[in-house]
């Protein structure tokens, strides 16, 4: 064997990034839980003076600070010996209501990883493992990765670049968000648009009674039901619009889904779908968004649909011409590209 020193340099960088990036994992989650990054965004602090801020212990938060100075998530200034945030990281890292949240990905992430053992399992077996079977930190951190971006453009952009949906919606119209998950994007819909009725649904009966409290919260319990039911057998028809965020590339037969959403469309309705932004290609993906994607795919997307009914699992690189051939394949004529994010790609499907 003959080792290139340079690339095996090259490579050993890569792994050092990559470990250290995985132990900080916990890290940003334990700022997350303590409300340290918050605290730090209030003004720059010695380690005692953070600990002291939110009650907790001076050596954790120091040993805490230097390995998120390290890391570039927060900033060290050695003369004074204290540390505080840039504009940048006080914006992605301490407002989960925010267009950006990072923190909620390591949640998840840290949520998936404990599910190794099984997965493990499943990769000699091909079994599947549901979304239901995970650990709670799955359920809030999808919720708190997706939310800012729905967020930040579901009314915005997203439906405004649906052809005549948002004056539909703006009239009063009925709406099935499918695959609801902790209800976000509905009750999102549902602020905006009080004039139309809203049903979620999700077949994990924990995350709908989630869904139900946060929507009476949010006040607009009034608006929106969600029920406990799956892709393929959600009540309600005469839909002008049925959404699925993020989830058809999780469900063991997407097909049957997509003609239950056909069965159930008004003659002139409209299908959002809103998937992971991908290409055609592998060799396009293979990039560091992609890498996120695939990774977290193997964990829980592909695990989920081999858990259920029909053994697809499309998982989380589809690419836009596996949805549009599940579109067609269940009876839908037209199919476009409407909007796009680093991390999302919008689909308009119409009958």
């Known amino acids: 064997m003959s ?16 470990l250290g990036a995985t132990f900080a994992a916990g890290n940003v989650v ?28 001076p050596r954790y938060v120091t040993e805490w600070l230097r390995g998120q100075a390290a890391g570039g998530y927060v900033e060290y200034d050695a003369a004074s010996d204290t540390y505080s945030m840039t504009e940048e990281q006080v914006f992605t890292l301490t407002n989960p209501d925010g267009g950006v949240y990072l923190p909620g990905a390591f949640v998840l992430a840290l949520g998936a990883l404990k599910a190794e053992p099984r997965i493990t399992e499943a990769f000699r077996t091909g079994d599947g493992m549901g979304w239901h079977e995970h650990d709670q930190y799955v359920f809030t951190g999808c919720e708190q990765f997706f939310r800012p971006g729905y967020a930040a453009n579901l ?3 997203w439906i405004p670049a649906l052809d005549g949906v948002q004056d539909k919606l703006r ?45 009476a919260d949010a006040g607009v319990g009034d608006r929106i039901r969600f029920e406990v039911a799956s892709a393929t057998d959600f009540s309600g028809s005469d839909y ?10 999780d469900m063991g037969d997407p097909l049957a889904a997509a003609r239950h959403v056909r069965e159930v469309l008004e003659p002139d309705g409209t299908w959002m ?79």
């Open 3 to 18: 080792v290139d020193m340079d690339k095996l340099h090259e490579f050993m960088g890569r792994f050092v990034a990559d």
């Open 30 to 57: 334990i700022g997350h839980n303590l409300g340290l990054y918050r605290a730090l965004a209030e003004g720059p602090a010695l380690p005692a003076e953070l600990a002291e801020r939110t009650g907790t212990d």
């Open 155 to 157: 009314v915005p952009s």
């Open 171 to 215: 009239a009063g119209a009925n709406v099935a968000d499918i695959g609801c998950g902790l209800g976000a994007s509905g009750i999102l819909l549902a602020r905006e648009f009080p004039n139309s009725r809203f049903t979620g649904s999700d077949y994990h009966e924990q995350s709908i009674e989630i869904a139900r409290k946060r929507a």
């Open 240 to 249: 002008a619009l049925a959404a699925t965020f993020d989830c058809l590339h």
């Open 273 to 351: 779908v809103v998937e992971p932004n991908a290409a055609d290609d592998v060799a396009d993906n293979l990039n560091p968004v992609g890498r996120v994607y695939y990774n977290a795919s193997s964990q829980l997307c592909v695990p989920n649909a081999l858990s259920q009914p029909g053994g697809y699992a499309l998982g989380a690189q589809a690419g836009e011409a596996a949805i549009r051939q599940v579109t067609a394949d269940a009876g839908f004529t037209r199919f476009r590209r409407v909007a796009e994010t680093p991390l999302n790609a919008v689909y308009e499907v119409r009958p």
